[in-house]
């Protein structure tokens, strides 16, 4: 079946360093989106990537789809406390009405 | 707009029982899918139902089941519970059916098995 894996498992960066997760599928994807969950919390939806190679922004945060969309980054910079959390991709099988598949997350733990 | 809704919050259950989760999605959204997370697994997709329909079923036994009212509400059930469905269950609710859109997620029911 389809998965989707992440790297680092884990990061502790300090406030003010550059973070970036990276998403990789088994399978080609049809679009990839990108949650954030803070501890204790539930996930809530960053983004959706649908074109080979695009390219988004959200003020510090850089998402980007492989070209050959089995791959995705989450780029943070100049980390803040704000960020601490566990981001996910999670993904779409080219081809089919499937389900969404997530990754396996990347925590972030960012200090002063 | 009110968001997701799920009931109760926290349970705890014995093996062998029976539980069942409830999920109010956001007001407009008819697809309603279930996901099981835990920490040696992630998110896990459980279920996804689209107008009462399940519309896609992930890799769980015959003991996670689910449903959906006209209303659009969603209930899972899991019969014979085991150790190891000590999970946070998440439901996320979207404006229409298919994994290509925004998934709104409720608080999650936290089940403790014991």
């Known amino acids: 079946g389809q998965q989707v894996m992440q790297i680092p498992q884990y990061q502790h960066v300090q406030e003010g360093e550059d973070f970036t997760t990276y998403c990789n599928s088994s399978t080609t994807l049809s679009n990839i989106q990108w949650y954030k969950q803070r501890p204790g919390g539930h996930p809530v939806f960053l983004i959706q990537l649908v074109k080979s190679g695009e390219v988004k922004k959200q003020k510090r945060l850089t998402f980007q789809f492989g070209e050959a969309k089995k791959n995705s980054s989450l780029h943070i910079t100049a980390t803040q406390t704000t960020d601490v959390g566990t981001y996910f991709c999670a993904g779409q099988r080219t081809g089919t009405a499937s389900k969404l598949t997530f990754g396996t997350g990347t925590r972030l733990q960012v200090t002063l | 707009k009110a968001g997701v809704t799920q009931t109760p919050r926290y349970l705890i259950k014995t093996r062998g029982q029976q539980v069942t989760l409830s999920c109010s999605p956001i007001?407009?959204?008819?697809?309603v899918s279930w996901y099981q997370q835990t920490p040696g697994q992630g998110l896990q997709f459980l279920f996804e139902y689209f107008s009462e329909t399940q519309r896609n079923k992930g890799n769980f036994p015959g003991r996670f089941s689910g449903r959906q009212f006209s209303n659009s509400r969603s209930e899972m059930n899991v019969s014979t519970l085991e150790l190891g469905d000590s999970a946070l269950y998440l439901c996320?609710?979207?404006?229409?059916?298919?994994?290509?859109?925004?998934?709104?997620f409720g608080p999650g029911t936290r089940l403790t098995v014991l």
């Open positions: 996320a609710s979207s404006l229409v059916a298919g994994a290509a859109n925004e998934q709104f």
């Open positions: 007001s407009g959204h008819r697809s």
